[in-house]
């Protein structure tokens, strides 16, 4: 079973990818608009008062792409600082953080390997982790 770190991070570097593909694609969509005067795969014409709303709708796609990748970048850099300063600090040798899946919250655990049940100290939730 993969850390609760690891999962997140992951997910986050699908975040700055998707983020990525969207900016690229409201990109592509906006230069096509602007060159051709049509709409691309439907074919309508985008002349006249069209062309000016095709391509706000281009740079808001971008937009949108480009504040998915910051993001999901600036979760990706809390992640990675907070594993720095647990392996940084002597005190927290040995530990391991997971987050509780019914209210978010991040649990030190210490010691123990193997099969380790922990309890949220804050909503009471159950829940097994392979350590």
């Known amino acids: 079973m993969k850390n609760q770190n690891t999962i997140a991070k992951e997910a986050c570097k699908k975040g700055i990818i998707s983020g990525g593909a969207l900016t690229g694609f409201a990109a592509l969509f906006t230069m096509y608009v602007s060159s051709n005067r049509e709409v691309p795969v439907t074919g309508v014409s985008a002349g006249g008062g069209a062309l000016p709303g095709c391509l706000?709708?281009?740079?808001?796609?971008?937009?949108?792409?480009?504040?998915?990748?910051?993001?999901?970048?600036?979760?990706?850099?809390?992640?990675?600082?907070?594993?720095?300063?647990?392996?940084?600090?002597?005190?927290?040798?040995?530990?391991?953080?997971?987050?509780?899946?019914?209210?978010?919250?991040?649990?030190?655990?210490?010691?123990?390997?193997?099969?380790?049940?922990?309890?949220?100290?804050?909503?009471?939730?159950?829940?097994?982790?392979?350590?």
């Open 56 to 131: 706000a709708v281009g740079f808001i796609i971008m937009i949108i792409g480009i504040c998915v990748m910051v993001k999901n970048k600036s979760r990706l850099n809390q992640i990675e600082r907070e594993e720095q300063e647990g392996s940084r600090n002597a005190g927290n040798a040995g530990c391991a953080y997971y987050y509780c899946d019914r209210c978010g919250k991040r649990l030190r655990i210490t010691g123990g390997k193997g099969r380790i049940e922990i309890t949220c100290p804050v909503c009471g939730n159950h829940f097994i982790v392979n350590r």
